[in-house]
C-alpha cells in the first residue's frame, strides 16, 4: 500500500488502532476484551507503552523474560482483526508473529475450561443472496431460498476453504498449554469464524429468518476436524497467508497462530462463569507468552521512545 492509502494522524499513528512505529513489537498476542489484556499485561516483567484508541483497541507494550511483546484488544469480528493486522503491519518493521488468544463455542468433545487450539480456520459467511430480496426483474422472494440468485443462493450460508495456521507456532502453544492445563483439556482442530455469534454459528431463535438449524451438521460434514466455532481467526490466518509487507521483506511477512477457551459447550446451552474465565487466562497466559517468545524469530523494532508511556 503507498503511503496515499494510509491513513494517519499528524502523529504518525494510523487511524483506528492509534499506534505509530517504535510502540508495537513484532510479537503480538491479540484479545477480543480489554480485560483479558490486562490480565495477559501482568505477566508482563515491565510496561512499556499502552494506549487505548477512539475506536476501541488498546495496545500495552512491554517486555517478557527480555523481550518485547504486545498485547492488543481489538474487541469483535472480522472488521477489527482486518484494522489491527493490517495496522499493526503499517507500524512494525520486520517479520511480525500474531497469536490470538480468545474464546468460542465448543463443537467438539471439548467442555467448557478446556482449550482449542486451531490447526487452521475457515470463515463462516451469511449468504444475503438466499434471503432476498431478489434482484428485481426475478421472482424469489424474502424468507425463502432466491431460486433465481445463482448458485450461491441456495445455501444459506458460505464455508469458506481452511488456511493452516504456523505448525511451528501452533505446536508450541499446544505444547505449553499441555504441560500447563494436562493432555485431557487441550484440543486441536479447525475453526470456524463466523460472522454473527448467532445466525453463522448455528443459534437458533424466532426473532429473525436464519435458516440455519443444519448448519453445525454441515459444518461437520463438510469439515470434518471442525472443533470450535468463534468470529476472528480466519480473517486473521488469511491476512498472514496473504502478507507480503513490509519492503523488501520475503512474504508472508506475518506468522500466525490462535488457542481458544472454552466459553460455550455447544452440544448444550451451557455458558462460561465469569471467575472460570479468569481462572483460564492466568493458567493459560504463561504458555501463550512462552511460546511466542521462544518459538518466533522476529526482529525486534522497538523505538526507544515506546519507554514515554
Ligand atoms: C463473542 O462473544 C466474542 O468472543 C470470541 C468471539 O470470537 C467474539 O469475538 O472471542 P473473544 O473472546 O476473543 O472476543
Ligand atoms: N465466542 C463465540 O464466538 N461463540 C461462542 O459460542 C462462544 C464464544
Redesign the pocket.
Known sequence: MNSANKPVSSEGRTYHVETREGEVANRVITVGDAARARALAKHLDRILFERASHRGFLTITGMYRGVPVSIVAIGMGQAMMDFFVRETRMVVRGPLTIVRFG???SICPAKIGDLVVASSAFAITRNFAFFGPAPSGSSGSNNSSNSDGGPAAREPYLLWPAVPSDPGLTQAIAGNLRQALGDAHVYEGAVGNADS?YGS?GREGSDFYDANGTLIRRIHAEQPDAAA???ESHMLFHLAHTSTGPAGAAPPSIRAACALMV??D?AGNAFIAPETSARMVNAAARAILDALVDDAPTQDGLHPSAGAV
Do not use: P
Request: overall charge neutral; glycine content about 10%.
Open positions: 474464546s468460542c463455542g455469534f454459528q466455532l468463534e468470529m466459553y460455550a455447544r
